[in-house]
């Protein structure tokens, strides 16, 4: 069992649809990181929070530390969104683990 | 620009071949990388190097060499006796502390025929 898990693995969506992914994880840790997987696979980081919400343009990520879950969303998607969405842990110790990852396709 | 720097994009390897793949970044970060990649599965660490002339073991080291002799450089070395080489190779670094952004290249596929 993969200590971070990511659902769905894969979601297609129409263009203009809100679109949430979750993530939950099994142990404490100092921070949580989403990432985006373009299709030539390089991989970017998207957010890195500790607590709470963080915004950045149509993109929102949460965590709840007492829930061990963060959850990203997606606002008025659109195609070129369709990446996969890969959540990350790191612990107190700068390990790191990293869940299967969600692929997102968007339609026009 | 500041960033990494994976080379090459594409590798194809014959069996009982060593091969290398380059990572450098100018980010000034300490610590460095190597992730493999394979379908359906998360990232999983091969080697990490905090420090110049120092690193560690991840979780799926065996078959696999690194080097760090220069802070901006760490090449990873995929010998013959990796048992299933053929995947898409990532690198990263951070600055050392757990609360700070790590950043990725743009990865290497290698491909053994």
């Known amino acids: 069992k993969n200590e971070v898990e990511q659902s769905p693995q894969n979601l297609t969506a129409q263009e203009g649809e809100f679109i949430t992914i979750n993530c939950s994880y099994s142990v404490g840790i100092s921070a949580l990181h989403w990432l985006q997987q373009h299709p030539g696979g390089g991989i970017v980081s998207l957010f890195m929070?500790?607590?709470g919400k963080k915004k950045h343009g149509r993109l929102i990520a949460t965590i709840n530390i007492q829930e061990k879950h963060s959850s990203l969303h997606i606002t008025a998607s659109h195609p070129r969104d369709s990446a996969v969405y890969i959540c990350?842990?790191?612990?107190?110790?700068?390990?790191?683990?990293f869940g299967a990852g969600t692929r997102l396709t968007v339609k026009p | 620009d500041g960033g990494i720097t994976q080379s090459p994009k594409y590798l194809f390897r014959k069996e009982g071949q060593n091969v290398t793949l380059s990572c450098e970044q100018n980010?000034?970060?300490?610590?460095m990388y190597w992730y493999r990649q394979d379908p359906g599965q998360g990232l999983r660490l091969i080697y990490y190097?905090?420090?110049?002339?120092?690193?560690q073991k991840g979780d799926i080291a065996e078959g696999y060499s690194v080097s760090r002799e220069k802070k901006e450089s760490f090449p990873l070395t995929v010998t013959s006796a990796q048992k299933n080489p053929t995947a898409f190779y990532l690198c990263?670094?951070?600055?050392?502390?757990?609360?700070?952004?790590?950043?990725f290249g743009e990865g290497s596929w290698l491909t053994v025929v």
């Open positions: 190097s905090q420090i110049v002339n120092d690193f």
């Open positions: 929070l500790s607590s």
């Open positions: 990350a842990v790191r612990y107190r110790n700068n390990d790191m683990r």
């Open positions: 990263a670094s951070s600055i050392l502390y757990a609360g700070n952004t790590i950043y």
């Open positions: 980010l000034n970060h300490d610590a």
